[in-house]
């Protein structure tokens, strides 16, 4: 599978364009008017990190899905909990690994449903998918962009999306919420962090030029190919976001007793 190659690809050459956007705004009421002077280097990696005090920008947000194995008998998000129920202890769910945001949304759908799934995790997400397509494992949440192709191939079967409206792409797939969990709600979203007391100017410098970037006619064609879609939040609103994020999130690990050693 290439989606993740792709996306990686994609949000690398939008930063591009931020960078010669920043470049562009350097100015004289900046404190840091010569910044940035020199290539920046950005780390890409899989656990979030940070406070709400490093954030960047929150570049853009995408849809997380229900999808099962081709075969199985659910075809609702009420016939998976029966079958789970039914079976207690026989059926499993996969994730991208432990603490992953397909990991947590899972566990968030079990305390909220009263369900108990076996967590097989993988080490990334081709595994996971291609084993779900494989029939390995029962189900699993995920995002678009990545489970679509399969699900249009007849290889997994989406039942439910984890945002409060249907989407577009699959409009005849419910959302959890309509489906009986009310208020149910998981997106994935791509942020770009700062180092710690990275100056407040500097942030603000970086987020107007990252929002205006990921808005650009370019930046939303490319997007829309692995569906999602760009954020306008700035410096102050990503804090308000991951500090929401991270409570939600927190009270699901601290319940479900999470660690990545798992």
């Known amino acids: 599978m ?21 470049a562009a705004q350097a100015g004289a009421q900046s404190p840091h008017p010569d910044f940035p002077n020199r290539p920046m280097r950005i780390i890409v990696a899989v656990p979030a990190g ?17 999808a099962v194995k081709h075969d199985s008998p659910a075809h609702t998000v009420a016939d998976l909990i029966a079958l789970a129920k039914a ?20 566990e968030l759908f079990l ?16 595994p996971a998918a291609n084993d779900l397509a494989g029939g390995h494992v029962d189900t699993m ?25 249907r989407l577009s792409q699959i409009p005849e797939v419910p959302t959890i919420d309509e489906s009986g969990v009310a ?14 007391k990275t100056p407040s100017a500097m942030r603000e410098k970086l987020n107007k030029a990252i929002v205006t970037a990921m808005q ?7 997007l829309k190919t692995i569906f999602v879609g760009a954020s306008p939040l700035g410096v102050h609103e990503t804090g308000d976001f991951i500090k929401a994020q991270a409570k939600l999130w927190g009270d ?5 007793r999470i660690t990545i050693e798992q």
């Open 87 to 106: 079976n207690p202890g026989k059926m499993s769910y996969a994730s991208q690994g432990n603490g992953s945001t397909t990991h947590l949304t899972m």
């Open 252 to 256: 699901v690990i601290r319940a479900a």
């Open 50 to 66: 940070g406070g709400v005090d490093l954030s960047l920008a929150i570049m853009a947000v995408g849809p997380n899905v229900l």
């Open 216 to 222: 650009s006619p370019e930046a939303e064609t490319r």
């Open 183 to 196: 208020g149910f709600s998981s997106t994935t979203f791509y942020a770009l962090m700062a180092p710690p």
């Open 141 to 165: 949440f995920w995002d678009l962009g990545t489970i679509l192709p399969l699900h249009q191939g007849g290889r997994v079967r989406i039942i439910a999306v984890a945002t409060l409206a």
């Open 2 to 22: 290439h989606i993740r190659s792709r996306r990686r690809s994609y949000f690398a050459a939008v930063l591009g364009v931020a960078a010669a956007l920043i």
């Open 111 to 126: 305390s909220r449903t009263g369900v108990k799934l076996v967590h097989v995790p993988y080490r990334g997400a081709a």
